[in-house]
């Protein structure tokens, strides 16, 4: 099954008690995974950083980045309580470091085994180690990236998962770890890629959602999609596409003030896009071309068999003025038509009678 993560990130504004409604509101969307960012302000941006353009346009112009960061930050003391209330509904908890410190506490203290990378770090190769040298399984997002930034941070990962701890990274290094067995090995056991298009929102036009298949065939790795596009119906698409994961930020409500809000599902929305990505892994089923079950009730109403135009004596030859093809096909089949043709009947035949020669 699709590995749906309902991203709330920042959404919580800094609010606890937003933070445990949008845990309620993930599990009721029936999505597996609610995710959130975890970084310390003051690791992540100096004071000089300015905004991005979605985030101007989304919030307080007059704040630095690093201002509206300190107003974001989700309380390490309160992972604690936000994950044990996971376990109590039953939906995965997960977060995203954006700093060593938050990487170090997720691991460590909260003992998350699965971490996600986004597409800002995917070039910060000893962040990205930090992340390998964990042990744990990754989700990387490549917003921003070209195939070759992407094998580039992948062989930094297959160096943090297939060398010891006190071997010396190096560019020569990673190039040698992505090339080896084991380091493949570790790749395919432990990463998924995530393709993205990292602009909120995302015009339909930038999707792409073919990079889904080009990383299959570049990587040999599992492939989902982080979707920052409006609305639902391109997380939906891209299930057909092939993606195991599918990752969408999701809001209380639009209308509150953040960066990502606007570019976020409401709960209802969310719901309706779990909905859909079932229904997509239902139809896809399986590659075998074969008539199914409910089909075969369907196949002797809806198919022809070979039966008289017109009344045949027995002697008759058969000719395309007396036979024809009409429903049910529970009787000769109509590529036996050409083979009656010029033939002698040996019954005597009614009109509308199947043919049983």
Not at 41 to 47: G, H, I, Q, V
Not at 82 to 97: D, P, R, V
Not at 141 to 157: D, F, N, Q, R, Y
Not at 241 to 252: D, M
Request: proline content about 3%.
């Amino acid at each position: 099954m699709t590995l749906i993560i309902a991203e709330a990130g920042v959404n919580h504004n800094g609010d606890s008690k937003v933070a445990f409604k949008l845990i309620d509101a993930a599990k009721k969307a029936g999505a597996d995974v609610v995710k959130f960012q975890t970084f310390k302000a003051k690791n992540l941006a100096t004071e000089s950083a300015s905004k991005a353009k979605y985030q101007l346009s989304s919030g307080k112009t007059d704040e630095s980045q690093l201002d509206m960061l300190v107003r974001l930050e989700l309380p390490y003391a309160l992972h604690y309580d936000l994950i044990s209330y996971c376990k109590e509904i039953g939906i995965q908890f997960l977060s995203t470091a954006f700093d060593s410190e938050s990487l170090r506490f997720l691991v460590n203290d909260l003992g998350l085994t699965l971490l996600k990378i986004p597409s800002g770090e995917l070039t910060n190769a000893p962040f990205v180690l930090e992340h390998a040298r964990t042990g744990c399984s990754l989700i990387v997002s490549t917003g921003m990236s070209s195939l070759a930034e992407i094998e580039s941070a992948l062989g930094v990962i297959a160096f943090g998962y297939a060398s010891d701890m006190d071997a010396k990274p190096s560019i020569k290094a990673f190039q040698s770890a992505y090339t080896s067995e084991i380091g493949q090995r570790m790749l395919r056991q432990k990463v998924t890629l995530l393709h993205c298009t990292s602009e909120y929102p995302a015009p339909l036009h930038s999707i792409n959602l073919n990079v889904i298949k080009t990383l299959e065939q570049a990587f040999g790795l599992p492939v989902g999609y982080s979707d920052h596009s409006e609305g639902i119906s391109i997380s939906i698409a891209a299930v057909a596409k092939g993606a195991v994961v599918v990752e969408k930020h999701f809001t209380l409500d639009q209308n509150m003030e953040g960066p990502d809000h606007k570019s976020s599902l409401e709960p209802d929305e969310l719901s309706a896009m779990v909905t859909g990505v079932r229904a997509v892994e239902l139809a896809l089923g399986s590659a075998l071309k074969a008539p199914t079950v409910q089909e075969l009730d369907n196949k002797v109403a809806v198919r022809k068999s070979v039966v008289a135009a017109q009344n045949i004596m027995e002697g008759d030859l058969f000719s395309s003025e007396n036979l024809t093809t009409k429903r049910p096909g529970s009787g000769l089949s109509p590529e036996e038509y050409w083979r009656l043709i010029g033939t002698v009947s040996k019954n005597h035949y009614r009109e509308g009678d199947m043919i049983i020669e």
